[in-house]
C-alpha cells in the first residue's frame, strides 16, 4: 500500500490548494516496487525539476497554483522526460 | 505490455484531490514506458462509516488480494475520532498483507526552503524505516474501574524476535544500496524490557553487515540530531512509534508535509 504521510487535511480540503507531490510520489515508489523501475524515476525526475525551476507550486511551498496545476506540470514532465529516454 | 491492477482507495478530506493526480501522473508514465494500469475506486472513507458504521466492509482485504498494489490518499475526518480511521481501514490493511515495512524517504529538494538555516538540496537525504506490524501499536491491554479515582490503563507493547529482525533486515540491506549506514532509534535507557531486546536484535544483525556502518541513538537526542546534524543520516530504522514520530519531523525539516512519501511493504 502507498500513501503519503499526511492526513486528510480537513483545514484545506475543498480549496483545491494540497500539494499532490507526496501523492505523486509515493505513486513512484508503487512502480518501483512493481519492477518498473525506469518509470518510477521518470516521475521522481520530472518533481525535482517541477519543484526545482518553481513553477507551478503549491501554497505550502510558496506558490500560489492549485493541485491540478501542479499535478498536470508534473505529468507533462513525465511525457518530456520519457521522450528522450 | 506489461499490466497491473490497482486498488484505489482515495479516502477523506484533501485525498480526493490529490489522488486524482498522482493517477494523472502515472497515467503519463505507463504511457511512455508501455505499462498498463488499471484503476479500481473503492469508496471505503470516514463517510462510509458514519453511513454504515464501518470504515470499510468486512470482506475488504479479500476484495484487495487480487490487486497488484494500493493506491491510497488519506483517512480521517472531524467528528470520527481518528483511532476509528486507523484501526477501521489503515491497521487492518498494513497487517493483513503482513506490510511489516514502512518505509519513509526524506529528501531536501532544489527548490524548496527548509526549517533549517544553511541546509542545501542534496544535503539531507534519509530513509526511515517504521516497523509497521507489532510494536507500542498493540490491541492488549485494557482498562479497569473507569470514572472511579482508581481508574486505570495498561497497553502492552509487543516486540517479536521475528519482526524486529525482518524490519531492522530490511534496513540494512536498503542501506547498501545507498550510503551503507543504518541508524537504530532506540531508548534502551528507560524502556527497559523491549528496547534492550531491540539492541539485542540490532546488534546481533549488524554484526551480519559488516560493510554497513552502524549507529545507534536514544529517540530523545535523535529527534534533537534530525534538527541539528540531519546530514549525518541514511537509513534509520525504529519501532512503530519512533518511526511514526520521525517521519514527521523528518517531513517537517526537508519543508512540507506536502512532499513526504510513503510505501508499506511486504518484501
Redesign the interface.
Given at each position: 500500500?502507498?500513501?503519503?504521510?499526511?492526513?486528510?487535511?480537513?483545514d484545506?480540503?475543498g480549496k483545491?490548494i494540497?500539494?499532490?507531490?507526496?501523492?505523486?510520489?509515493?505513486?513512484?515508489?508503487?512502480?518501483e516496487?512493481?519492477g518498473?523501475k525506469?518509470?518510477?524515476q521518470?516521475?521522481e525526475q520530472?518533481?525535482?525539476r517541477v519543484?526545482?525551476?518553481?513553477d507551478p507550486?503549491?501554497p505550502?511551498?510558496?506558490g500560489k497554483a492549485k493541485?491540478?496545476d501542479?499535478?498536470?506540470a508534473?505529468?507533462?514532465e513525465?511525457?518530456a522526460v520519457?521522450?528522450i529516454? | 505490455m506489461k499490466s497491473y491492477k490497482i486498488a484505489v482507495i482515495e479516502g477523506d478530506g484533501i485525498g480526493r484531490e490529490v489522488v486524482p493526480e498522482g493517477i494523472r501522473v502515472l497515467e503519463a508514465a505507463a504511457r511512455r514506458f508501455g505499462i498498463s494500469l488499471s484503476w479500481t475506486n473503492f469508496d471505503w472513507s470516514c463517510e462510509t462509516y458514519l453511513s454504515t458504521g464501518r470504515m470499510m466492509p468486512e470482506n475488504a482485504l479479500e476484495l484487495l488480494r487480487p490487486f497488484d498494489a494500493i493506491y491510497l490518499g488519506a483517512v480521517g475526518y472531524p467528528g470520527v475520532p481518528d483511532h476509528v480511521s486507523l484501526w477501521g481501514l489503515l491497521i487492518p490493511i498494513r497487517r493483513g498483507f503482513k506490510q511489516y515495512v514502512n518505509l519513509r524517504p526524506c529528501r531536501l529538494l532544489e527548490g524548496i526552503k527548509t526549517p533549517l538555516a544553511d541546509r542545501r538540496a542534496g544535503e539531507i537525504d534519509f530513509c526511515i524505516v517504521r516497523e509497521n506490524s507489532e510494536g507500542e501499536y498493540s490491541e492488549i491491554g485494557g482498562r479497569l474501574h473507569r470514572n472511579t479515582d482508581l481508574e486505570m490503563a495498561i497497553q502492552e507493547t509487543v516486540f517479536t524476535r521475528r519482526g524486529c529482525d525482518r524490519v531492522i533486515s530490511y534496513a540494512f540491506e536498503l542501506a547498501r544500496s545507498r550510503k551503507n549506514h543504518v541508524t537504530s532509534a532506540t531508548k534502551s535507557n528507560g524502556i527497559v524490557f523491549t528496547m534492550p531486546f531491540w539492541d539485542e536484535r540490532f546488534n546481533a544483525i549488524a554484526k551480519t553487515y559488516t560493510e554497513v556502518k552502524a549507529d545507534q541513538y536514544h529517540i530523545d537526542i535523535l529527534t534533537a540530531h534530525f534538527v541539528s546534524h540531519p546530514d549525518r543520516f541514511d537509513v534509520v530504522v525504529g519501532s512503530n512509534l519512533f518511526g511514526d514520530i520521525l517521519s514527521d519531523l523528518g517531513a517537517a525539516v526537508v519543508g512540507s508535509m506536502g512532499l513526504a512519501p510513503s510505501a508499506n511493504l511486504n518484501p
Open positions: 500500500m502507498f500513501e503519503p504521510v499526511h492526513g486528510s487535511a480537513p484545506i480540503a483545491g494540497a500539494n499532490p507531490v507526496a501523492q505523486i510520489w509515493s505513486g513512484a515508489m508503487m512502480l516496487h512493481l518498473e525506469p518509470a518510477a521518470a516521475i520530472a518533481i525535482f519543484i526545482a525551476r518553481r507550486l503549491t505550502d511551498i510558496g493541485t491540478q501542479m499535478g498536470e508534473i505529468a507533462a513525465v511525457s520519457a521522450a529516454v | -
